[in-house]
Protein backbone atom coordinates (compact mmCIF):
# COMPACT_ATOMS: atom_id res chain seq x y z
CA UNK A 1 0.00 0.00 0.00
CA UNK A 2 3.19 2.06 1.06
CA UNK A 3 4.68 1.80 -2.51
CA UNK A 4 1.33 2.60 -4.37
CA UNK A 5 1.00 5.48 -2.18
CA UNK A 6 4.30 6.79 -3.19
CA UNK A 7 3.57 6.15 -6.62
CA UNK A 8 0.17 7.81 -7.45
CA UNK A 9 1.75 11.08 -5.40
CA UNK A 10 5.08 11.01 -7.26
CA UNK A 11 3.56 10.85 -10.58
CA UNK A 12 0.88 13.30 -9.71
CA UNK A 13 4.13 15.79 -8.16
CA UNK A 14 5.96 15.36 -11.07
CA UNK A 15 3.27 16.21 -13.27
CA UNK A 16 2.05 19.31 -11.22
CA UNK A 17 5.99 20.56 -10.32
CA UNK A 18 7.11 20.07 -14.14
CA UNK A 19 7.58 23.78 -14.46
CA UNK A 20 8.56 24.97 -11.33
CA UNK A 21 11.40 22.09 -11.67
CA UNK A 22 12.48 23.32 -15.28
CA UNK A 23 12.70 26.95 -13.55
CA UNK A 24 14.70 25.72 -11.34
CA UNK A 25 16.94 23.86 -13.14
CA UNK A 26 17.60 26.68 -15.41
CA UNK A 27 18.15 29.43 -12.30
CA UNK A 28 21.24 26.61 -11.40
CA UNK A 29 22.84 26.36 -14.46
CA UNK A 30 22.29 30.28 -15.07
CA UNK A 31 23.82 30.93 -11.55
CA UNK A 32 26.83 29.20 -11.03
CA UNK A 33 29.23 26.74 -13.00
CA UNK A 34 28.57 22.91 -12.72
CA UNK A 35 25.01 21.10 -13.69
CA UNK A 36 22.02 21.60 -12.45
CA UNK A 37 21.98 18.13 -10.25
CA UNK A 38 24.01 17.04 -7.86
CA UNK A 39 24.01 12.93 -7.23
CA UNK A 40 24.76 12.05 -4.09
CA UNK A 41 25.91 8.75 -2.36
CA UNK A 42 23.05 8.02 0.42
CA UNK A 43 22.49 4.60 2.27
CA UNK A 44 18.97 3.39 1.29
CA UNK A 45 16.93 0.06 2.94
CA UNK A 46 19.59 -2.53 4.59
CA UNK A 47 22.37 0.28 3.81
CA UNK A 48 22.09 -0.03 0.35
CA UNK A 49 23.96 2.60 -1.21
CA UNK A 50 22.16 4.26 -4.09
CA UNK A 51 22.85 8.08 -6.20
CA UNK A 52 20.49 10.47 -4.51
CA UNK A 53 19.83 13.78 -6.84
CA UNK A 54 18.76 16.89 -5.51
CA UNK A 55 19.53 20.25 -7.44
CA UNK A 56 23.14 21.61 -6.83
CA UNK A 57 23.32 24.41 -3.99
CA UNK A 58 26.79 24.36 -3.24
CA UNK A 59 29.68 24.96 -5.34
CA UNK A 60 31.38 22.50 -7.51
CA UNK A 61 33.96 21.54 -5.36
CA UNK A 62 32.33 21.43 -2.46
CA UNK A 63 33.57 18.11 -0.27
CA UNK A 64 31.17 15.35 0.53
CA UNK A 65 29.97 15.82 3.97
CA UNK A 66 27.03 16.87 6.27
CA UNK A 67 26.74 20.73 5.92
CA UNK A 68 27.33 21.03 9.63
CA UNK A 69 30.78 19.62 9.20
CA UNK A 70 31.41 22.63 6.56
CA UNK A 71 34.15 25.00 8.17
CA UNK A 72 31.87 27.87 6.52
CA UNK A 73 28.83 26.48 4.89
CA UNK A 74 27.64 29.21 3.48
CA UNK A 75 31.12 30.02 1.64
CA UNK A 76 30.06 27.20 -0.42
CA UNK A 77 26.89 28.02 -0.80
CA UNK A 78 25.87 29.04 -4.90
CA UNK A 79 24.39 32.76 -5.38
CA UNK A 80 20.50 30.69 -5.03
CA UNK A 81 21.99 28.02 -3.09
CA UNK A 82 20.37 29.87 0.56
CA UNK A 83 17.13 30.19 -1.50
CA UNK A 84 16.94 26.77 -2.66
CA UNK A 85 17.81 24.96 0.74
CA UNK A 86 15.32 27.24 2.95
CA UNK A 87 12.27 26.89 0.40
CA UNK A 88 13.51 22.94 0.17
CA UNK A 89 13.44 23.70 -3.65
CA UNK A 90 16.91 21.76 -3.60
CA UNK A 91 14.65 18.80 -3.01
CA UNK A 92 12.52 18.59 -6.01
CA UNK A 93 14.36 15.95 -7.90
CA UNK A 94 14.40 13.48 -5.21
CA UNK A 95 10.70 12.29 -6.47
CA UNK A 96 13.16 10.79 -9.19
CA UNK A 97 14.33 8.30 -6.25
CA UNK A 98 11.09 7.72 -5.09
CA UNK A 99 9.62 6.58 -8.70
CA UNK A 100 12.21 4.31 -8.57
CA UNK A 101 12.09 2.80 -5.24
CA UNK A 102 15.04 3.64 -4.05
CA UNK A 103 13.41 6.59 -1.66
CA UNK A 104 9.71 6.58 -0.08
CA UNK A 105 8.00 10.03 0.68
CA UNK A 106 8.18 9.13 4.34
CA UNK A 107 10.94 7.36 6.04
CA UNK A 108 14.67 8.28 7.46
CA UNK A 109 16.67 10.76 5.57
CA UNK A 110 18.84 9.13 3.70
CA UNK A 111 22.33 9.39 5.10
CA UNK A 112 25.77 10.44 3.57
CA UNK A 113 27.98 7.31 2.68
CA UNK A 114 30.42 8.57 4.85
CA UNK A 115 27.71 9.40 8.02
CA UNK A 116 29.39 6.32 10.06
CA UNK A 117 27.57 7.15 13.52
CA UNK A 118 24.20 7.99 11.74
CA UNK A 119 24.74 4.55 10.01
CA UNK A 120 25.56 2.57 13.08
CA UNK A 121 23.23 3.70 15.42
CA UNK A 122 20.36 3.45 13.10
CA UNK A 123 21.47 0.08 12.12
CA UNK A 124 22.10 -1.11 15.75
CA UNK A 125 18.25 0.04 16.38
CA UNK A 126 16.82 -1.70 12.93
CA UNK A 127 15.57 1.55 11.09
CA UNK A 128 17.84 0.27 8.26
CA UNK A 129 15.09 -2.00 7.25
CA UNK A 130 12.94 1.06 6.23
CA UNK A 131 12.98 2.80 3.17
CA UNK A 132 15.09 6.55 2.99
CA UNK A 133 12.33 9.53 2.87
CA UNK A 134 12.36 12.83 1.35
CA UNK A 135 10.59 13.55 4.84
CA UNK A 136 10.54 12.00 8.06
CA UNK A 137 9.15 12.24 12.04
CA UNK A 138 13.11 13.54 12.53
CA UNK A 139 12.61 16.05 10.43
CA UNK A 140 9.37 17.56 11.32
CA UNK A 141 10.48 17.46 14.85
CA UNK A 142 13.35 19.60 14.40
CA UNK A 143 15.52 18.63 11.44
CA UNK A 144 19.00 20.20 10.80
CA UNK A 145 18.71 21.01 14.42
CA UNK A 146 18.53 17.75 15.91
CA UNK A 147 21.71 15.84 17.81
CA UNK A 148 22.18 12.14 16.04
CA UNK A 149 20.95 10.13 18.86
CA UNK A 150 18.01 12.43 18.92
CA UNK A 151 17.25 11.87 14.80
CA UNK A 152 17.84 7.65 15.51
CA UNK A 153 15.09 7.75 18.26
CA UNK A 154 12.64 9.71 16.27
CA UNK A 155 13.61 7.20 13.21
CA UNK A 156 12.71 4.12 15.63
CA UNK A 157 9.54 5.45 16.72
CA UNK A 158 8.96 5.91 13.25
CA UNK A 159 9.62 2.45 12.44
CA UNK A 160 6.88 1.27 15.17
CA UNK A 161 4.45 3.51 14.47
CA UNK A 162 3.73 3.69 10.63
CA UNK A 163 0.97 3.20 8.71
CA UNK A 164 -0.75 5.47 5.70
CA UNK A 165 -2.40 7.57 8.33
CA UNK A 166 0.62 8.49 10.36
CA UNK A 167 2.30 8.88 6.45
CA UNK A 168 0.01 11.42 5.59
CA UNK A 169 0.41 13.30 9.01
CA UNK A 170 4.08 13.29 8.69
CA UNK A 171 3.28 15.02 5.10
CA UNK A 172 1.06 17.54 6.43
CA UNK A 173 3.48 18.58 9.14
CA UNK A 174 6.32 18.81 6.09
CA UNK A 175 4.15 21.35 4.09
CA UNK A 176 3.39 23.30 7.42
CA UNK A 177 7.43 23.03 8.16
CA UNK A 178 8.54 24.40 4.76
CA UNK A 179 6.14 26.83 4.29
CA UNK A 180 7.27 28.10 7.73
CA UNK A 181 11.15 28.00 6.85
CA UNK A 182 11.44 26.02 10.61
CA UNK A 183 14.39 23.93 11.86
CA UNK A 184 16.61 25.02 8.75
CA UNK A 185 20.00 26.16 9.69
CA UNK A 186 21.82 26.48 6.16
Known sequence: MKRLFDLVLAISASLILLIPIVIVALAVRLTSRGPALYWSDRVGKNNKIFKMPKF???????????????????????????????SSLDELPQIWSILTGDMSFVGPRPALFNQDDLIDQRTRLGVDVLVPGLTG??????????PIP?????????????SLWFDIRILWMTFEKVIRRDGITH
Open 150 to 162: EKVKLDREYLERQ
Open 56 to 86: RSMRVGTPAVATHLLKDPTAHLTPIGSFLRK
Open 137 to 146: WAQVNGRDEL
